[in-house]
């Protein structure tokens, strides 16, 4: 199983839908868990951090199953702006532990 | 508000030629790292700087090498390129591990063509 694991897509969707994407990472000692996002020759950018609670931010929402080991984001209202591809991003356990990029999910939303 | 910088943002090579990415932070930042992304293949890790005087090894680190010059600043050298490394190169920056929440800052990247 690889280590974060997310569906490439693209997702199409019309604007104003909402969308989802899963993402699932295979430790489950994993601590910390980002979205980020990365439009086409970009760097990628911080959307979100995800806290155990879920977090919200604007029409933006992310959750965490710790138990099923997979962590969502939500995007309602979908803008033009939103098409890009969303980075799922995991932080391991123990002394210096560095991020896990998943391959990102690429979202193409028309007018 | 520069964040994190990286030069150069191209670059061409022929094979066995070496050079070297330059990235700076103004983000007082202990932990800086370099990334390779590659298409199909995600973001993958080449080597890290900790803090400032630590440098050790990512997923990927044949065939380079870095420096970690001062605080601000961490270079990744090739020494003598190859096809393989054709990739974009990201520079990245984050706050101590202290915080285990601490997203990474990343630079918008050196497109590097080795023929």
């Known amino acids: 199983r690889k280590e974060v694991e997310q569906d490439p897509g693209p997702f199409n969707v019309p604007e104003g839908a909402t969308v989802a994407f899963n993402c699932t990472y295979s430790n489950s000692a994993s601590q910390s868990f980002f979205w980020y996002r990365q439009d086409c020759r970009k760097e990628p950018k911080l959307l979100m951090s995800?806290?155990?609670s879920g977090n919200e931010d604007g029409r933006f929402t992310a959750q965490l199953n710790r138990a099923s080991q997979y962590i969502s984001l939500l995007i309602r209202d979908s803008k033009l702006s939103d098409s890009a591809t969303y980075l799922c991003?995991?932080?391991?356990?123990?002394?210096?532990?560095?991020?896990?990029f998943g391959k990102g999910t690429m979202l193409l939303v028309s007018p | 508000n520069a964040g994190v910088t990286q030069t150069p943002k191209f670059q061409v090579l022929k094979t066995g030629q070496s050079m070297t990415l330059q990235c700076a932070q103004d983000m007082n930042h202990n932990s800086m790292y370099w990334y390779r992304q590659d298409p199909g293949m995600g973001l993958r890790l080449i080597y890290y700087?900790?803090?400032?005087?630590?440098?050790d090894k990512g997923e990927v680190p044949n065939g380079y090498n870095v420096s970690r010059l001062n605080k601000r600043e961490f270079s990744l050298r090739l020494e003598s390129a190859a096809p393989s490394q054709t990739s974009v190169y990201f520079c990245?920056?984050?706050?101590?591990?202290?915080?285990?929440?601490?997203?990474?800052?990343f630079g918008d990247g050196t497109r590097l063509s080795i023929l």
């Open positions: 991003v995991v932080r391991g356990v123990g002394g210096y532990s560095t991020l896990t």
């Open positions: 990245a920056s984050s706050e101590t591990q202290g915080n285990s929440n601490q997203p990474q800052h």
């Open positions: 995800v806290y155990s």
């Open positions: 700087s900790a803090s400032e005087g630590t440098t």
